[in-house]
T-cell receptor, first 114, second 114 residues
């Protein structure tokens, strides 16, 4: 089946620093990728839709200047959390839309901001 | 916007007994519905999807779901639970008629006891 990877799987950073998370579709091309956030014991909340070669579309309430998304190729989207603060600590999950119109999810990245 | 409601936050069954995870949907048009499973420290895995073809959808690992328009339901079932089925299950709907962004239910935690 289709595989989506994320890197890193876990990152710890100091408050005020920036963190980049990568999402790759390994065996298919994805013109559209999505970024979700999941708090402990809660469901996934869509943050933004990432389209290759164009600007990301952010959901209401998500700060686009804080969560920078770049979809530079058909297999890679990146999420950069800028000037991270402890409240940004969360589990970030990406998904990639396969040509079959099915979304395949990455394993997630756990961000801890000290 | 399209949405789903998972009626139980926790379900506990004995190994070998049937599983029923309930989900109701709200949609102004024929929805595309999914069930995903999330095991601890693993990525989300697609169990099955409904896209207006057969109302009874068979998925992986013996799971199936039936789309009932009259009841606006899409319940997930399995005849006999296995210990490895213990996980978090999400009922999901495509959020709009013009894209592929997913709206997740709050999740149902399935516990399987020996």
């Amino acid at each position: 089946g289709a595989v989506v990877s994320q890197h890193p799987s876990w990152v710890i950073c100091k408050s005020g620093t920036s963190v980049k998370i990568e999402c790759r579709s390994l065996d298919f091309q994805a013109t559209t990728m999505f970024w979700y956030r999941q708090f402990p014991k809660q469901s996934l909340m869509l943050m933004a839709t990432s389209n290759e070669g164009s600007k990301a579309t952010y959901e209401q309430g998500v700060e686009k200047d804080k969560f920078l998304i770049n979809h530079a190729s058909l297999t890679l989207s990146t999420l950069t959390v800028t000037s991270a603060h402890p409240e940004d600590s969360s589990f970030y999950i990406c998904s990639a839309l396969a040509p079959t119109d099915t979304q395949y999810f990455g394993p997630g990245t756990r961000l801890t901001v000290l | 916007a399209q949405s789903v409601t998972q009626l139980d936050s926790h379900v506990s069954v004995s190994e070998g007994t049937p599983v029923l995870l309930r989900c109701n949907y709200s949609s102004s048009y024929s929805p595309s519905l999914f069930w995903y499973v999330q095991h601890p420290n693993k990525g989300l895995q697609l169990l099955l999807k409904y896209t207006s073809a057969a109302t009874l959808v068979k998925g992986i690992n013996g799971f199936e779901a039936e789309f009932k328009k009259s009841e606006t339901s899409f319940h997930l079932t399995k005849p006999s639970a296995h210990m490895s089925d213990a996980a978090e299950y999400f009922c999901v709907v495509i959020g709009s008629n013009s894209g592929y962004a997913l709206n997740f239910g709050k999740g149902t935690s399935l516990l399987v006891t020996p």
